[in-house]
C-alpha cells in the first residue's frame, strides 16, 4: 500500500492522493455498450438470446424465470441459508419502513394548505450481479425497499450461469422480496432491456443496482434518453474509508479494507491515521491476511491503488474523508460518535471496533446500494424514498387568496411575468365586487 503523509502534500499533491482509480477503455467501453443498447433496441428477445450466449455463454430458450425454477431453487438452498436471508430480509424492512418518507400537510397561512403525498413509481427495474460472485444480498437490499414502497410491478435481471439458471440464492430472495417478475439477463443488454422493453421484458421507469463498468455505462447512457429510463444514481468500484487511532485494533482494521479490497481490482481502500505506529502495524497485517484469501490476488491488485495517509489529528482525518466522500466510512475510534457532527459526505458510516462494514452488506438493515466514486457529495443511498414521487398539493380558500395573492402579484410583477400576475389579481377583483 502507498504510504502519505498529507501535510507534506500541497494541493495538486492532495488531490492526486485521492484519486480514484481510473477507468479503464473509456472510449471503447462507452462505444461497446451502446452498440449493445441500440441492438437490445432493435432486435429485442432475439438480441438478447444472443448476447447472452456471447458474454453468459448460456443459451436460453426461454429468458423468464418460471415457476418450476423458483421452487427447485427453494429446495436446493440449505436451510440455514435461508434462514439467514430471512433474517436479514426482517431487519432491512425494520429500517427501511422507519426510514420511509410520510406524507406531510400543514397551513403555511390561514386559508393556505399545502401537502405532500406520495406515490410509488409504478415499474421499476432492478440489477443483481453475478459476475465473479452472485449476490442475493442485494436482491434484498433493492426488493425490500421497492415493496414497501408499493410498486405495482418490480422487474429483477440476474445473469444465468452456464447450465441457463439464475443463482438459487438470488432466486429465492427476490422471491421472498416480493419481486413480481426475474430474468435470465446480465450486462448492459439487461439494462437496455428494462429500460426500452422488449416482447418479454416490461419497460421501466427507473433502474436500480449495482453492476460493472459495463452496467454502469449502460445504465448512465439509457438515463440520458428521453425515452430510456431514470437511475437510482451514478456509481463506481466499491471503495471504503478507514479512520483509526492508536488504539484501534490492526486485525480488525486490516480486515475491513480487505473486506473492500476482495470486491474487484479496480476497488479503493483507504486508511487515515494519526498514529505512524498504527499505520506501519496494519499494513503488515493487511500483507498477513491477504495470503489467506481465496481473492487475493484480487485483493493484492486494488491494495496497489490504495492509500495509508498519515494525518496530525482527528479532525484533519475527517477533512481527508469529506474530500474522498467514501462509499463506506469506518470510524475506528476510541469514541466514534463524537466525529459524526463532522462527517458531511459518506454513502454509510460504521462506529467502533464492534461494527465491520460486512454487517451493512447483509443484514444490520441499512443499505449496501451506496453512491461510489465521489457522487456521496451529492446522493444517498437507495432507500423506500428512492422508489416514490413526492407529489405537492395545496389549496386555497377564498381568505388563503386574499392573504397570499397580493404577494404572488408583486413578484410575478418582479420576472415580468404579466399572465402570472393577472391569474391572481383578476381572482382578487373577483372577491372584492362579490363581498
Not at 175 to 197: E, N, P, S, W
Request: proline share 6%.
Amino acid at each position: 500500500m502507498n504510504w502519505i503523509d498529507w501535510d507534506l502534500l500541497d494541493e495538486p499533491g492532495r488531490c492526486a492522493a485521492l484519486a480514484r482509480p481510473a477507468q479503464s477503455r473509456a472510449a471503447e467501453l462507452r462505444e461497446g455498450t451502446g452498440r449493445i443498447i441500440a441492438d437490445v433496441r432493435a432486435r429485442g428477445d432475439e438480441a438478447l438470446r444472443e448476447l447472452s450466449a456471447k458474454y453468459d455463454r448460456c443459451a436460453l430458450t426461454e429468458l423468464e424465470v418460471d415457476e418450476a425454477e423458483f421452487a427447485d431453487a427453494e429446495a436446493s438452498l440449505a436451510p440455514a441459508l435461508k434462514a439467514a436471508i430471512r433474517e436479514a430480509a426482517g431487519r432491512i424492512e425494520v429500517f427501511h419502513r422507519a426510514a420511509a418518507p410520510q406524507a406531510v400537510g400543514v397551513d403555511t397561512a390561514p386559508g393556505v394548505r399545502v401537502e405532500r403525498m406520495l406515490r410509488p413509481i409504478q415499474r421499476v427495474g432492478l440489477y443483481v450481479p453475478a459476475g465473479s460472485a452472485p449476490l442475493p444480498s442485494t436482491a434484498l437490499m433493492l426488493g425490500v425497499p421497492a415493496r414497501i414502497a408499493g410498486c405495482r410491478e418490480v422487474v429483477l435481471c440476474s445473469p444465468a450461469r452456464a447450465d441457463g439458471r439464475c443463482d438459487a440464492a438470488v432466486l429465492y430472495a427476490a422471491r421472498l422480496t416480493g419481486v413480481h417478475k426475474v430474468f435470465k439477463l446480465g450486462g448492459a443488454q439487461a439494462i437496455a432491456a428494462m429500460a426500452y422493453g422488449t416482447v418479454s421484458v416490461p419497460k421501466c421507469d427507473k433502474l436500480f443496482g449495482p453492476g460493472n463498468a459495463w452496467v454502469t455505462e449502460a445504465k448512465l447512457q439509457v438515463s440520458a434518453e428521453p425515452e430510456g429510463a431514470a437511475i437510482d444514481m451514478p456509481a463506481g468500484p466499491s471503495e471504503v474509508l478507514v479512520i483509526a487511532d492508536a488504539e484501534a485494533n490492526p486485525v480488525f482494521v486490516a480486515a475491513d479494507l480487505l473486506s473492500q479490497a476482495e470486491h474487484g481490482p479496480d476497488s479503493q481502500v483507504i486508511l487515515v491515521s494519526e498514529s505512524a505506529s498504527l499505520l506501519d502495524r496494519v499494513e503488515r497485517e493487511v500483507a498477513r491476511q491477504c495470503a489467506d484469501l481465496p481473492r487475493a490476488e484480487i485483493a493484492r491488485q486494488a491494495l496497489g491503488q490504495s492509500r495509508l495517509i498519515s494525518v496530525s489529528s482527528l479532525a484533519q482525518a475527517i477533512e481527508v474523508s469529506n474530500r474522498y466522500a467514501p462509499e463506506h466510512l469506518i470510524l475506528q475510534v476510541a469514541a466514534p460518535r463524537a466525529l459524526l457532527a463532522g462527517i458531511e459526505s459518506a454513502g454509510s458510516v460504521f462506529l467502533g471496533a464492534w461494527t465491520p462494514e460486512s454487517v451493512g452488506d447483509y443484514c444490520s438493515g441499512s443499505n449496501h446500494v451506496l453512491p461510489t466514486y465521489g457522487h456521496a457529495r451529492s446522493y444517498s443511498g437507495v432507500s423506500v424514498a428512492s422508489y416514490q414521487k413526492q407529489i405537492t398539493v395545496q389549496e386555497l380558500s377564498a381568505d388563503g387568496l386574499r392573504a397570499i395573492g397580493p404577494c404572488t402579484a408583486v413578484l410575478a410583477a418582479a420576472e415580468q411575468l404579466e399572465a402570472h400576475r393577472r391569474a391572481v389579481t383578476l381572482r382578487l377583483t373577483e372577491l372584492e365586487t362579490t363581498k
